[in-house]
């Protein structure tokens, strides 16, 4: 019988050489979203919720793609039916024992402005870390992904890029936290194949762009 040997067989790293994580901390995928109920919803811990706000954005990308739907007119009709829930709640408060609508549940917390402004921010500061050429690395890699984006974007409208966005975000996460082992595997597998084409293009191409000899200041 052939004798196969398990160290050679075996695809997956061993205990000697550990998998190296897709996230550089060992923090829980609910604190690297935040911990707040935006993690909560991108993680599936309300699934009745996050399966309604997935419902709701591909009905919304079904109006726009699929039947066509105006944006103006859509906007109308939709501020329109809502008048018409208020009037009627309104209305109906005083002729029988309701409760009136209260403002104050229609209104955006500034906690939420402040967030978005934190988060806006924190992107800028990080595209021009990566834009001042620190990381060269880093910042041909995201070069090399904003030019795919584009052409990306020449064969789908800006409404199904940001619904198939949404799609990712809303499932992603969630797979990963279950699928953690496995993801981070690939992963690995993948970042070796870009560290190793990565230094075959600075050998075949980098390397050779001619360099004008440093000049060493003069010390006075």
């Known amino acids: ?12 790293p061993s205990s000697s050489a550990p998998t190296r994580r897709f996230l550089a901390h060992n923090r829980p995928m609910h604190a690297i979203l935040g911990g707040g109920k935006v993690a909560d919803l991108l993680l599936w ?36 039916c809502m008048m018409l829930i208020l009037f ?5 408060a005083g002729l029988v024992d309701w409760n009136p609508p209260d403002f104050r549940t ?13 988060k806006f921010n924190s992107m800028l500061v990080k595209f ?24 990306i974007g020449n064969y789908f409208s800006s409404l199904n890029l940001l619904y198939v966005g949404f799609v990712c975000l809303a499932t992603l996460p969630a797979l990963y936290e279950r699928y953690q082992n496995e993801f981070d595997y690939l992963v690995s597998q993948g970042n070796q194949d870009m560290k ?12 050779k762009i001619p360099r004008g000899p440093v000049k060493q200041k003069k010390k006075i």
């Open 1 to 12: 019988m052939p004798i196969y040997s398990s160290d050679s067989d075996d695809p997956r």
């Open 45 to 80: 811990r309300d699934k009745s919720l996050t399966a309604a706000i997935l419902m709701g954005f591909t009905v919304i990308w079904s109006l726009f793609e699929v039947m066509e739907y105006n944006f103006v007119t859509l906007l109308c009709h939709i501020s329109m």
């Open 88 to 92: 009627i709640w309104s209305m109906g």
């Open 106 to 118: 229609m209104m955006i917390s500034d906690s939420t402005f402040r967030w978005l402004c934190r």
């Open 128 to 151: 021009y870390e990566i834009s001042s050429g620190k990381d060269f690395k880093t910042f041909f890699l995201a070069i090399a992904f904003l030019w795919i984006l584009s052409i």
């Open 196 to 207: 190793k084409l990565y230094d075959k293009f600075d050998t075949e191409v980098l390397n």
